[in-house]
């Protein structure tokens, strides 16, 4: 299949988000990829003591958001820098990108949307809120896709 250069990170986004939104159907997966955002939790619980529930919350969203930018902007400065000009982007670099915040952005999501709807955190039955939310984080993928188009050098294809 010949991708499209112009359009090369809104294709793969496009891509990615069509695959995580066939893995909700398994019911399985969306608690496995929202499962890194407890390492980032308990850290965060470890370093602030005495939090309340939802003063954790908040700070490991921050810490979510500020790895997800950690991993965005230098990834696609790199793109941007190591493609050279009036040559398209090689795709590889477009799937590893998004396999880097593949493991975040869930998470993050997972997160926002626990404490905006202060979802029940000691019930069993928490990890399946992951249900609700992969479906929205998922499109974060053509997001991305398309800030990966929009960074181009100009004469790139």
Same mark, same amino acid.
């Not at 986004?13 to 893995?23: E, K, P, V, Y």
């Not at 499109?139 to 896709?145: E, H, K, L, Q, S």
């Given at each position: 299949?010949?991708?499209?250069? *112009?359009?090369?990170? =809104?294709?793969?986004?496009? =891509?990615?988000?069509?695959?995580?939104?066939?893995?909700? !159907?398994?019911?399985?997966?969306? !608690?496995?990829?929202?499962?890194?955002?407890? /390492?980032?939790?308990?850290?965060?619980?470890?370093?602030?003591?005495?939090?309340?529930?939802?003063?954790?919350?908040?700070?490991?969203?921050?810490?979510?958001?500020?790895?997800?930018?950690?991993?965005?902007?230098?990834?696609?400065?790199?793109?941007?820098?190591?493609?050279?000009? @009036?040559? /398209?982007?090689?795709?590889?670099?477009?799937?590893?990108?998004?396999?880097?915040?593949?493991?975040?952005?869930? /998470?993050?999501?997972?997160?926002?949307?626990?404490?905006? *709807?202060?979802? @029940?955190?000691?019930?069993?039955?928490?990890?399946? !809120?992951?249900?609700?939310?992969?479906?929205?984080?998922?499109? !974060?993928?053509?997001?991305?896709?398309?800030?990966?188009?929009?960074?181009?050098?100009?004469? @790139?294809?």
């Amino acid at each position: 299949m010949k991708i499209n250069p *112009k359009r090369k990170g =809104l294709i793969i986004g496009a =891509l990615f988000t069509g695959i995580s939104l066939m893995l909700v !159907a398994t019911i399985i997966v969306p !608690a496995i990829v929202v499962l890194p955002g407890y /390492p980032v939790e308990k850290l965060v619980g470890s370093l602030f003591k005495g939090l309340s529930d939802a003063q954790l919350q908040l700070l490991t969203i921050g810490m979510l958001a500020g790895i997800l930018l950690l991993i965005l902007i230098p990834g696609l400065l790199f793109i941007r820098s190591s493609t050279p000009a @009036n040559e /398209p982007i090689y795709g590889g670099k477009i799937v590893l990108l998004l396999l880097l915040t593949f493991f975040v952005i869930h /998470p993050l999501i997972f997160y926002i949307f626990s404490y905006t *709807k202060e979802w @029940n955190r000691s019930d069993g039955q928490y990890l399946m !809120a992951s249900l609700v939310t992969v479906p929205f984080s998922s499109f !974060a993928f053509v997001i991305i896709g398309f800030f990966v188009d929009v960074m181009k050098k100009p004469g @790139n294809l």
